[in-house]
């Protein structure tokens, strides 16, 4: 029986996840892609989903869901660089969750601070976009990819996109982005409560968080690591996580 136990435990693995800031009541767990994606489907009519090949590429991977409703519009006018939400969206929420990085582009950060977090050494967790959602945030935005190794680096993510045209929209419940976890093991998530102490150990250490000068000068995302494993980053946020556990 303890035998059992232990291939069982060795067999997951355990990630902790967040939504990190007030509005995390209405966070959704990450749903499995394949299985939302084929809900109330007829499987004989895709038939695709039976094909190794299929379901390796979509193993671990998981869809993460907006919590707002977006429509915003981009000017023409590069003189008066204004992008206006069509729907009522008050002045400070904008000021909090809509950051401009290009106008030229169109490029656009959308504050959707998910949190993953592991005690395993290291896991690379790859986020990209949602190919099998047929959704407002695919029709008019393209999702800038990236992967972070969540046993290493401690930090909320960032929904940055390119819009398609001079039209955005994102509606509650689109499922923007997908995160695959590159491991064969099962995965458990576990939910924790963010609170003031956890936004102080994972960001509180940031060195010249948002500047321009920052955007410029990128690292290689070992140095970001290293960085954090000096300070003891994941060490002191694991320890407030286990206390805040829901």
Not at 149 to 172: P, S
Request: glycine share 4%; charged share 25%; aromatic share 14%.
């Amino acid at each position: 029986m303890v035998l059992n136990l232990k291939n069982k435990i060795k067999n997951e693995v355990v990630i902790y996840w967040s939504y990190g800031d007030e509005n995390q009541i209405r966070a959704e767990k990450p749903c499995p892609v394949i299985a939302t994606y084929l809900k109330d489907k007829d499987l004989n009519s895709y038939q695709y989903a039976r094909c190794p090949s299929f379901i390796e590429i979509y193993n671990n991977t998981f869809g993460l869901k907006s919590l707002f409703s977006w429509d915003i519009t981009f000017n023409n006018n590069n003189d008066n660089p204004l992008i206006n939400p069509n729907n009522f969206t008050p002045q400070d929420f904008l000021n909090k969750q809509l950051f401009i990085r290009d106008l030229t582009t169109r490029t656009v950060s959308i504050t959707i601070p998910y949190f993953f977090l592991t005690r395993e050494d290291s896991l690379e967790m790859e986020y990209m976009t949602s190919g099998m959602e047929n959704n407002s945030f695919n029709e008019t935005a393209i999702l800038i990819n990236g992967k972070l190794d969540i046993g290493q680096y401690a930090r909320t993510l960032d929904c940055a996109w390119h819009a398609r045209k001079n039209e955005f929209k994102m509606d509650v419940g689109d499922i923007y982005a997908y995160v695959k976890f590159r491991t064969d093991k099962k995965i458990i998530f576990k939910q924790f409560l963010w609170n003031n102490d956890i936004q102080e150990a994972v960001h509180g250490l940031s060195i010249q968080r948002g500047t321009q000068e920052a955007f410029r000068n990128f690292k290689p995302l070992k140095a970001y690591y290293k960085e954090q494993q000096r300070m003891k980053v994941k060490e002191r946020t694991l320890k407030l996580i286990e206390e805040n556990l829901l």
